[in-house]
């Protein structure tokens, strides 16, 4: 089993800032992609940046150059920085890793959810 453990929603003022952090955890061999996601009531849950192990990273259009993914390889862990929040940011994040996990037989492909934070900017 694989773990990922959210940290860092709230709530903050249009303009503020916020970091969120996601650990990675359980039987794993390796990870290749985390990434961030998002999602609203009634929405589908939409990409907000990617970052893989060779420090590649993907931003959504809405996001760029007021989001910053990074990662710590060396511990599972991958981070948003979120500068420049906006009302239309307020969603539920989600964090996502993607892998090779070790089983009581073979190793087999992960993709999994982190439970999700609730960011929310007010106007």
């Known amino acids: 089993q694989v773990q990922l453990v959210e940290s860092g929603g709230g709530l903050v003022q249009a303009g503020g800032s916020l970091r969120l952090s996601c650990a990675a955890s359980g039987s794993i061999i390796s990870i290749n992609a985390m990434g961030w996601y998002r999602q609203t009531p009634g929405k589908q849950r939409e990409l907000v940046a990617t970052?893989?192990?060779?420090?590649?990273?993907n931003y959504a259009d809405s996001v760029k150059g007021r989001f910053t993914i990074s990662r710590d390889n060396a511990k599972n862990t991958v981070y948003l920085q979120m500068n420049s929040l906006k009302p239309d940011d307020t969603a539920v994040y989600y964090c996502n890793a993607n892998g090779v996990m070790s089983t009581s037989t073979w190793p087999r492909r992960f993709d999994y959810w982190g439970q999700g934070t609730q960011v929310t900017v007010s106007s």
């Open positions: 970052i893989t192990t060779g420090g590649s990273t």
